[in-house]
């Protein structure tokens, strides 16, 4: 056997934060890498065992990280690439798949393997109830990787087609501004009375939900630990006496009241 074929790139779902939102495959792959991959705070969240080699990296640079995980699997080495909430949802695996597309031909032949986690929609849906209980969408608004036209007409036709809408990447210390444009084009397709949920860092000891509406939101609320949700208009919010509103979307659609 050649050092080629026991080499593998496991792309590694971290969840959104808390550890018991970690699948136990997820959990393994970690525990039987040799080298752990990704951006700094998401390799910090790992406890390392000795011989373990972390090699954490600045956010921009994912291609680079996946060439690099590809090279150590080539030679052998046993990689964790790992990312905040599902690898494949604004992450990881797809910059790995790139790598494998562009790159060496022998990358192709390597165990590749991608280990899901929850995503912060997912995470933040459940804290709330069940907003992504009918047809959804999540759309990124950072623009490092796609013209801001692009998330613009996005975001407006998913707000014409009335979709519950999951945004990432909300706000940046570059484009704070971004936040901002996407609620002028909610606002100007969406009624004021639709719900808005910002969820701040989900599953983390500084978690923040807060329940509002299209009108009343402040965009300004909102950074890169948020996950904004936009309700359809048939999102509803069930309100209670003790504890904070439930958020929920019908199963079907133009019948809520029945
Ligand atoms: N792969 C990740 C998303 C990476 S993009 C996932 O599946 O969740 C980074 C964006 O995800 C952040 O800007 C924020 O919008 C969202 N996000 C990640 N973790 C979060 C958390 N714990 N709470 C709220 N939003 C989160």
Same mark, same amino acid.
């Not at 759309?139 to 998330?151: M, T």
């Not at 570059?174 to 936040?179: D, F, G, K, M, V």
């Not at 084009?185 to 329940?211: N, S, W």
């Given at each position: 056997? /050649?050092?080629?074929?026991?080499? !593998?790139?496991? *792309?590694?779902?971290?969840?959104?934060?808390?550890?018991?939102?970690?699948?136990?495959?997820?959990?393994?792959?970690?525990?039987?890498?040799?080298?752990? *991959?990704?951006?700094?705070?998401?390799?910090?969240?790992?406890? %390392?065992?000795?011989?373990?080699? @972390?090699?954490?990296?600045?956010?921009?640079?994912?291609?680079?990280?996946? !060439?690099?995980?590809?090279? %150590?699997?080539?030679?052998?080495?046993?990689?964790?690439?790992?990312?905040?909430?599902?690898?494949?949802? +604004?992450?990881?695996?797809?910059?790995?798949?790139?790598?494998?597309?562009?790159?060496?031909?022998?990358?192709?032949?390597?165990?590749?393997?991608?280990?899901?986690?929850?995503?912060?929609?997912?995470?933040?849906?459940?804290?709330?109830?069940?907003?992504?209980?009918?047809?959804?969408?999540? *759309?990124?608004?950072?623009?490092?990787?796609? &013209?801001?036209?692009? =998330?613009?007409?996005?975001?407006?036709? @998913?707000?014409?087609?009335?979709?519950?809408?999951?945004? $990432?990447? &909300?706000?940046?210390?570059?484009?704070?501004?971004?936040?901002?444009?996407?609620?002028?084009?909610? !606002?100007?397709?969406?009624?004021?009375?639709?719900? =808005?949920?910002?969820?701040?860092?989900?599953?983390?000891?500084?978690?923040?939900?807060?329940?509002?509406?299209?009108?009343?939101?402040?965009?300004?609320?909102?950074?890169?630990? /948020?996950?904004? %949700?936009?309700?359809?208009?048939? /999102?509803?919010?069930?309100? !209670?006496?003790?504890?904070?509103? +439930?958020? $929920?979307?019908?199963?079907?659609?133009?019948?809520?009241?029945?």
């Amino acid at each position: 056997m /050649t050092g080629a074929s026991q080499g !593998r790139v496991h *792309i590694v779902g971290l969840g959104p934060g808390a550890p018991e939102w970690i699948t136990p495959e997820a959990a393994q792959a970690l525990d039987e890498a040799s080298d752990i *991959i990704g951006y700094f705070p998401y390799v910090a969240r790992i406890a %390392l065992k000795s011989g373990q080699t @972390a090699h954490a990296s600045d956010n921009r640079v994912e291609i680079d990280r996946a !060439r690099q995980a590809l090279q %150590l699997a080539a030679s052998g080495r046993r990689v964790a690439v790992v990312s905040g909430g599902d690898p494949g949802v +604004f992450a990881m695996a797809a910059a790995v798949f790139e790598a494998v597309a562009h790159g060496e031909p022998a990358w192709r032949d390597l165990d590749i393997q991608v280990m899901p986690g929850i995503s912060a929609m997912q995470a933040a849906a459940a804290k709330l109830g069940a907003p992504l209980g009918h047809d959804f969408c999540a *759309i990124s608004l950072s623009d490092n990787l796609k &013209p801001w036209d692009v =998330v613009a007409k996005r975001l407006r036709l @998913a707000a014409e087609a009335d979709f519950v809408i999951a945004l $990432y990447n &909300p706000a940046s210390k570059a484009r704070p501004h971004h936040i901002f444009q996407a609620f002028d084009i909610l !606002r100007d397709v969406k009624d004021g009375a639709t719900l =808005v949920v910002f969820a701040r860092a989900v599953g983390r000891p500084d978690e923040a939900i807060t329940v509002t509406t299209l009108r009343e939101a402040d965009p300004a609320q909102v950074d890169m630990s /948020t996950l904004v %949700l936009i309700g359809s208009s048939e /999102t509803r919010s069930i309100e !209670r006496t003790h504890g904070p509103a +439930f958020v $929920y979307t019908p199963r079907s659609y133009g019948r809520s009241e029945t």
